[in-house]
């Protein structure tokens, strides 16, 4: 839902964009008015309470399937929250 959102408010800034620009004719951003149903909404909120964090048997599980990946490592990273550039930006700040 989130990416929707957030896909709506760039294409409503660029039509707001275009029309102070003359490209397009003043009031016709048609995506201001475009809202998210409200059933949608809620099926997003409600998929989301269903989701449930890894056991730790099934982390280990997980990183035991993966051990021998190339990416073992960007994986190990996302199950404790860190982005890679996160992790690269503390390796540099410590050097």
């Known amino acids: 839902m989130r990416i929707v959102e957030l896909t709506l408010g ?8 275009d029309i102070r620009r003359r490209v397009l004719a ?3 951003n048609v995506a201001r008015y475009v809202t998210i ?4 909404r ?3 909120k409600a998929k989301k309470r269903q989701q449930k964090p890894w056991t730790g048997n099934e982390v280990r599980t997980f990183l035991a ?3 021998s990946d190339r990416l073992h490592a960007v994986m190990l ?3 404790i929250g860190l982005r890679p550039a996160e992790a690269s ?3 540099e700040s410590s050097g």
């Open 10 to 17: 760039r294409l409503r800034a660029v039509l707001d964009l």
């Open 26 to 28: 003043p009031g016709r």
């Open 37 to 40: 149903p409200r059933a949608a």
């Open 42 to 44: 809620k099926a997003a």
């Open 65 to 67: 399937h993966v051990a």
């Open 77 to 79: 990273l996302s199950l």
């Open 89 to 91: 930006e503390g390796e």
